[in-house]
């Protein structure tokens, strides 16, 4: 996952950023409205999250204006003001979710998460890599061309894998999507679950598209 973080304040910024950084998510950070406003407009990001109160100008401003660019990135507004006014202007501007400040890092990931689970504009249609390919629509895959039976399970776990290709995914994101945010992550159902997988797409098949990275969970490329 690849998070845009536009703060000003540098302590916060720095704690969100190991934070996000320990769950395996990729952190760009802005702290004026012109760098978020330029770093949003070029990059490729999942999700962006935007203070309120900004050097240059207002995080309200800077969501509006990037929804009328066209931009459809989930956007997660963060202040300190907790008026309902407030609120109510971060979403008429085009915001997905509004978290006040002070929060707890758990929360701020969960809806992290769960922002970026329900963005379907953001999802392509199809994802292919080697021989593989998974339609993330149909809920179907192939590799060398033949049908690969997948339970419920581990096709959902594929799509994760396969929709963050190339990207290295913690365990709490995995089992996060494929059961829910209470799973607990730390128990071997997940490598269950991934030895089945791996028996279906990788057993018969070179390359090999599952990796695992001891202590920082899996990378799904080449």
């Known amino acids: 996952m690849r ?20 769950h395996s998510i990729d952190v760009a950070r802005a702290a004026t409205f012109t760098t ?35 931009i ?11 008026a309902l006014d407030d609120r109510v202007t971060g979403l008429d501007a085009g915001a997905d979710d509004y978290l006040v400040k002070p929060f707890a890092f758990r929360e701020l990931l969960a809806r992290v998460r769960a922002l970026t689970r329900r963005a379907p504009a953001l999802v392509p249609k199809k994802v292919a890599i080697a021989d593989l390919e998974v339609d993330l629509s149909g809920r179907r895959a192939t590799r060398g061309g033949k049908p690969i039976d997948l339970t419920a399970k581990e096709f959902s776990l594929l799509e994760f894998l396969a929709i963050h290709k190339d990207i290295v995914v913690d365990r709490a994101a995995i089992t996060a999507h494929v059961w829910d945010e209470n799973h607990d992550p730390f128990t071997n159902v997940l490598e269950v679950l991934v030895r089945r997988l ?22 799904f490329g080449l």
């Open 72 to 82: 459809e990135t989930p956007i997660l507004m963060l202040t300190a003001k907790d």
């Open 198 to 219: 791996r028996r279906k797409i990788d057993d018969d098949f070179e390359p090999k598209l599952i990796h695992t990275l001891r202590g920082a969970g899996y990378r």
């Open 3 to 22: 998070l845009l973080l536009v703060e000003d304040d540098p302590e916060l910024a720095a704690i969100l950023t190991e934070g996000f950084r320990e």
């Open 36 to 70: 978020g406003r330029t770093l949003a407009a070029s990059g490729d990001y999942d999700i962006l999250l935007l203070d309120v109160m900004l050097p240059g100008g207002s995080g309200f401003d800077l969501c509006r204006m990037l929804r009328d660019q066209g």
